[in-house]
T-cell receptor, first 114, second 112 residues
Framework: EPEVTQTPSHQVTQMGQEVILRCVPI?????FYWYRQILGQKVEFLVS????????KSEIFDDQFSVERPDGSNFTLKIRSTKLEDSAMYFC????????????FGEGSRLTVL | GDSVTQMEGPVTLSEEAFLTINCTYT??????LFWYVQYPGEGLQLLLK?????DKGSNKGFEATYRKETTSFHLEKGSVQVSDSAVYFC???????????FGQGTRLTINP
């Protein structure tokens, strides 16, 4: 069964360092997303991406964050200069259709900022 | 704004017990409602959905009915199994929007 895969599963970094989280969405999906969950809090939407453009982003997704689809398979989230409060589980997701709640999620990448 | 509130966890039950996990929502527009489940070590998976009032979503013995009058979408199962142990997330998406709005998740543990 097709699945969304994410790497790394866990990354530890120092405050101020750049981090790139990688995702391989399901191959025939066209819409891509990042969500995050800070420990003990709700899963929050960060950004959606379609046709090589951001289609929607949340207030959390400030200038420190960027997303990219560098080739036909990967979808990345970059945090330019990490802060302590960026420590969270980051989930990538993809979907076949726009404006749908039927997303396919990866297992998540846990980011720990020290 | 739009929000989802779930019952506090963790919830611990014995096998074959009846399960209810409460979920209520606040929405500025017309929402579709979802339950997602996250088994240990896995990503969130869609469990069931309902797109309009009075719809009942069902899957794997779980059910939830979209109640517009009470703005609720409670998850139920008549007889839980150990394999149902997971974290359950209630979520909504407003018609025409792109982002899912999640509740805080409810950890369910089923003991044999």
């Amino acid at each position: 069964e097709p699945e969304v895969t994410q790497t790394p599963s866990h990354q530890v970094t120092q405050m101020g360092q750049e981090v790139i989280l990688r995702c391989v969405p399901i191959s025939n999906h066209l819409y891509f997303y990042w969500y995050r969950q800070i420990l003990g809090q709700k899963v929050e939407f960060l950004v959606s991406f379609y046709n090589n453009e951001i289609s929607e982003k949340s207030e959390i997704f400030d200038d420190q964050f960027s997303v990219e689809r560098p080739d036909g398979s990967n979808f990345t989230l970059k945090i330019r200069s990490t802060k302590l409060e960026d420590s969270a589980m980051y989930f990538c997701a993809s979907s076949e259709r726009r404006n749908t709640g039927e997303l396919f999620f990866g297992e998540g990448s846990r980011l720990t900022v020290l | 704004g739009d929000s989802v509130t779930q019952m506090e966890g963790p919830v611990t039950l014995s096998e074959e017990a009846f399960l209810t996990i409460n979920c209520t929502y606040t929405a500025t527009g017309y929402p579709s409602l979802f339950w997602y489940v996250q088994y240990p070590g896995e990503g969130l998976q869609l469990l069931l959905k309902a797109t309009k009032a009075d719809d009942k979503g069902s899957n794997k013995g779980f059910e939830a009915t979209y109640r517009k009058e009470t703005t609720s979408f409670h998850l139920e199962k008549g007889s839980v199994q150990v394999s149902d142990s997971a974290v359950y997330f209630c979520a909504l998406i407003i018609q025409g929007a792109q982002k899912l709005v999640f509740g805080q998740g409810t950890r369910l543990t089923i003991n044999p």
